[in-house]
């Protein structure tokens, strides 16, 4: 049957330039239209409002951040079995930590300096149910470092993974005093559930 079309896709990601008192609102949405033959198609509309609180230092930083998810489904099912609509609102809560310490230290005959950066990333989302939701662009994420740290394993906008849980990792790097230059990064990290 093929993958859905998008016809059309509006996109909108906004934030303010810069805190209030240390908080950062911001806000994205999403308005697409689902196209394929024989199936249910339908429009999607999707808000997510957010705030985080940024504590930043020069060796650390400290990101809460809380944001809802609403969702809404307007659906046309030629079998007559999806609703017309579905509604959908998750709450997301998410800590973000990292701590900055490095060294000065000599590598391959020149001076450099050696970071080791510690991150702790806490993530609690509830369980919706989100049976009834047609999956017209959701997929799960490879895994990957960088998608440790996300508040969603799926792609897309169609599921949303329940969550309880911390993601820990360690990265170090070598920089080369004189060019400012990585010569290399090492990071390892782990996920552990509080839930299934």
């Not at 996109?11 to 033959?37: E, Q, S, V």
């Not at 509604?87 to 005959?109: C, K, Y």
């Not at 080791?116 to 990333?121: G, Q």
């Not at 993974?161 to 080369?176: E, P, W």
């Amino acid at each position: 049957v093929g993958p859905y079309r998008r016809l059309p896709q509006l996109m909108f990601d906004g934030r303010l330039p810069g805190t209030i008192f240390g908080f950062l609102p911001d806000i994205k949405a999403d308005t697409t239209y689902f196209d394929r033959d024989a199936s249910v198609t339908g429009t999607r509309v999707d808000v997510e409002p957010g705030i985080t609180y940024i504590f930043n230092r020069p060796y650390m930083s400290i990101r809460p951040k809380i944001s809802v998810m609403q969702s809404e489904y307007y659906l046309d099912d030629p079998a007559g079995i999806a609703e017309e609509r579905i509604s959908r609102t998750v709450p997301i809560f998410s800590v973000d930590n990292q701590l900055f310490l490095e060294r000065r230290l000599n590598f391959a005959g020149g001076a450099g300096i050696q970071t080791f950066e510690p991150r702790v990333y806490y993530l609690l989302v509830p369980k919706v149910q989100q049976d009834d939701i047609p999956r017209f662009d959701s997929g799960l994420y490879t895994t990957s470092f960088l998608n440790l740290f996300r508040d969603n394993r799926f792609s897309g906008e169609d599921r949303v993974a329940d969550a309880n849980q911390v993601a820990t990792a360690i990265t170090s790097r070598m920089i080369d005093v004189q060019t400012g230059r990585e010569l290399y990064r090492v990071s390892v990290g782990q996920i552990y559930y509080f839930r299934d």
